[in-house]
């Protein structure tokens, strides 16, 4: 039964979950949150909006699933100009240009599951806890330029793949301290690496040669792996006070944040099954690479090199070579090699605006590397909520990012007493279906206190004030002053 729940659970980590914490107010109103995220959805966007959970003091999310992939070029209108009649130099120098200046073709699968009744607030604390799954896989452009214009120009071209994927538990406690007229916000983040897999992008190389006589070419990756890891993250977020409506914000997400791999860890103790001894038969589950377990201490080299193709040679039989091995990664202490991968970081910065029933806010976000879920080009989001029927909440939003790095979404509440269901849907790098390169969507469940649904006491209207009980006039005194007159 413990083996049949570790499968299951590894099974999810793989599924095609997109992005750095998120939810499905995020999804529908495209990453447009840094002022108004709520609760435990402040978490990840901009902490210091903990300080503004006065009417919303309690916050428990039951659930949530966020399902998301994307591509930089795949589309039905893309592969329709592909189809049909030969290109033209010019759509085939659009072509190349455009994965040039994307650094090639490039996948995107990332995700994050939300663990039941682990992520709270009160007041302005919050604690959460969420599983991330992050994937990029990248094919270089010097492939497409080789198919479109074969060898004539271009003698050497760059064949280095990029591929990594990464599965963490991201454990989080969040507070805010309130100022007069802002609030400032922290994220303590520990970050329990659960898998790692991915191309050394220092130690691995390759590239396609060409002559007028003969093309040839080599290639070396060097891929390396990690179950259990550990490291830390930070969160720190600026937001002003509602005034006449507005706030603005501020905030820089997973500052300084560090996993370091093959390390002794909970997770692997888990899967090293009754020996308690990591990368055997016995273990629960563990990474194969041509039967060999891929423990701690050993990583992957694969090779190939493509000897003189040339026209009087093609029948030979070593023309191409290649081979794949499992080396050791030790110290000169004969221990294993941990090594450290980044975890990415995004700068945000943003605004909003609310007026009776309507809520605006805008974005503009940026990574410091290309790199599973960030990007280095900023990406301004722009989104509305309307309130104009409080129970059903309504979301659109557009966010652009250069080129045709589109992304359209809309999403809806559901809010009926303590119970919130929100639900996102996001075309990705495209604003209709035949043009969208990816979609995300996303189901999130809240409950919050009663009271917490409730919304501010209004004010008594203005007029003069009651006169107080023992001011009135009594009975006796009426009738003189009825007998009086």
Do not use: C
């Not at 049909?84 to 073709?105: A, H, V």
């Not at 909970?266 to 016995?282: H, P, Q, R, Y």
Request: glycine fraction near 10%.
């Amino acid at each position: 039964m413990k083996r049949l729940l570790i499968y299951l659970a590894l099974v999810l980590l793989i599924m095609p979950l997109k992005a750095q914490k998120r939810d499905s107010k995020s999804v529908a109103m495209v990453g447009a949150t840094t002022t108004i995220a709520e609760g435990i959805y402040a978490v990840g966007y901009n902490p210091a909006l903990l300080a503004f959970q006065k009417d919303k003091p309690f916050m428990l999310q039951l659930g949530g699933l966020d399902f998301g992939m994307g591509n930089n070029y795949i589309s039905m209108a893309g592969m329709s100009t592909l189809s049909g009649d030969t290109l033209d130099n010019d759509e085939k120098t659009f072509i190349i240009n455009r994965l040039q200046n994307s650094g090639g073709l490039a996948f995107n699968v990332n995700g994050q599951i939300a663990l039941p009744g682990i992520n709270f607030t009160s007041g302005n604390m919050a604690v959460t806890s969420n599983i991330m799954y992050f994937s990029s896989y990248t094919l270089p452009a010097g492939m497409a330029r080789l198919m479109l214009e074969g060898n004539a120009s271009n003698p050497v071209i760059d064949m280095t793949l990029n591929y990594e994927i990464m599965a963490v538990s991201e454990t989080a406690f969040s507070f805010a301290i309130p100022f007069e007229s802002f609030a400032l916000g922290l994220s303590l983040k520990y970050l329990q690496g659960l898998l790692y897999m991915g191309i050394d992008p220092d130690s691995s190389q390759a590239n396609f040669v060409t002559t007028p006589t003969s093309v040839y070419g080599s290639g070396r990756y060097y891929l390396r792996s990690g179950v259990g890891g550990s490291g830390y993250a930070l969160d720190i977020g600026l937001a002003t006070k509602d005034l006449n409506g507005m706030r603005f914000g501020v905030s820089l997400i997973n500052a300084l944040g560090m996993i370091k791999w093959n390390e002794p860890s909970f997770f692997k103790d888990i899967l090293a099954g009754k020996d308690n001894k990591f990368g055997n038969s016995d273990d629960l589950w563990h990474l194969k690479w041509g039967g060999t377990p891929l423990t701690d201490s050993v990583s992957v080299v694969y090779t190939y090199s493509i000897d003189s193709l040339r026209a009087d040679n093609l029948s030979s039989g070593s023309i191409f070579n290649s081979s794949s091995e499992v080396v050791y990664n030790l110290d000169e202490d004969n221990k294993p090699k941990p090594f450290n991968v980044r975890y990415p970081a995004i700068f945000r910065i943003g605004g909003s605006y609310r007026k009776d029933d309507l809520l605006i806010s805008s974005d503009l976000t940026t990574g410091f590397e290309d790199r599973l879920y960030t990007n280095s080009r900023w990406r301004w989001a722009i989104a509305a909520e309307l309130y104009r029927f409080p129970l059903i909440p309504m979301r659109m939003g557009f966010a652009w990012e250069g080129l045709d790095r589109t992304e359209l979404g809309m999403g809806v509440g559901f809010y009926g007493g303590p119970v919130m269901i929100d639900i996102g849907f996001a075309f990705k790098h495209g604003m209709w279906i035949h043009s969208m390169k990816g979609l995300n969507l996303s189901v999130g469940f809240t409950m919050t206190g009663f009271q917490g649904r409730q919304d501010k006491a209004k004010s008594a209207p203005s007029g003069p004030s009651p006169i107080p009980e023992d001011l009135l006039p009594s009975e006796d005194q009426k009738q003189d002053t009825t007998n009086g007159k």
